[in-house]
């Protein structure tokens, strides 16, 4: 049920980077100057916790494909309507979730 919960938001969050850019909404855009350095700190800080400090992975059967459709989507649409900014976090936050799996599985 966790897994489900955390694909709906990162859909939400898909379909609103994709809605506020292609109608250029300015709340969409505030509203993701506020999230998204916040997840981009929260992903620093879960990639470079120590040992103990991990957190337990949600047991999910979403693939992981999906996950990276989504960040290609999020980062795509800022980009190709020139969000610079936000493309720039989103691509980090995509690269660190990547690093972070391959750490996580190699233990």
Not at 35 to 53: N, Q
Not at 62 to 85: E, K, N, S, T
């Amino acid at each position: 049920m966790k897994g489900i919960k955390q694909i709906a938001w990162d859909i939400v969050i898909a379909l609103l980077i994709v809605a506020g850019t292609i109608l250029d909404l300015n709340a969409v855009r505030i509203g993701l100057y506020v999230y998204t350095p916040i997840l981009l700190l929260l992903k620093i800080g879960l990639f470079f916790s120590s040992e103990s400090v991990r957190l337990k992975r949600l047991k999910t059967q979403i693939p992981d494909w999906i996950y990276h459709l989504l960040y290609a989507i999020d980062v795509g649409f800022l980009i190709a309507f020139r969000w610079w900014v936000l493309a720039a976090m989103w691509a980090v936050i995509w690269t660190i979730s990547v690093w972070h799996k391959k750490k996580r599985e190699s233990k």
